[in-house]
């Protein structure tokens, strides 16, 4: 399964489906060879949800009102 999956990132990663690669590695783990920088926003981490625009919590009062870590989980992400 892991072959396959990490397939199907490299499908997606290099085209205009970068974000859904992005969801794929989220979602499933794989490919786990992938690096990221210590010295990075993520601290070595990979990133477990994106940022918010300000536009978004400014006009959306049921926006989270102070940034949130971008390696905090999301309320589904049980790992």
């Given at each position: 399964?892991?072959?396959?999956?990490?397939?199907?990132?490299?499908?997606?990663?290099?085209?205009?489906?970068?974000?859904?690669?992005?969801?794929?590695?989220?979602?499933?783990?794989?490919?786990?060879?992938?690096d990221?920088?210590?010295?990075?926003?993520?601290?070595?981490?990979?990133?477990?949800?994106?940022?918010?625009?300000?536009?978004?919590?400014q006009?959306?009062?049921?926006a989270?009102?102070?940034?949130?870590?971008?390696?905090?989980?999301?309320?589904?992400?049980?790992?």
């Open positions: 399964m892991e072959a396959v999956i990490t397939q199907k990132w490299v499908a997606l990663a290099g085209t205009y489906q970068g974000l859904e690669a992005y969801f794929e590695q989220l979602r499933t783990g794989y490919p786990d060879f992938l990221y920088p210590v010295e990075g926003v993520t601290g070595g981490v990979f990133a477990k949800r994106l940022p918010l625009p300000n536009i978004v919590s006009r959306n009062p049921n989270p009102q102070t940034p949130v870590a971008i390696t905090t989980p999301i309320w589904w992400d049980v790992d």
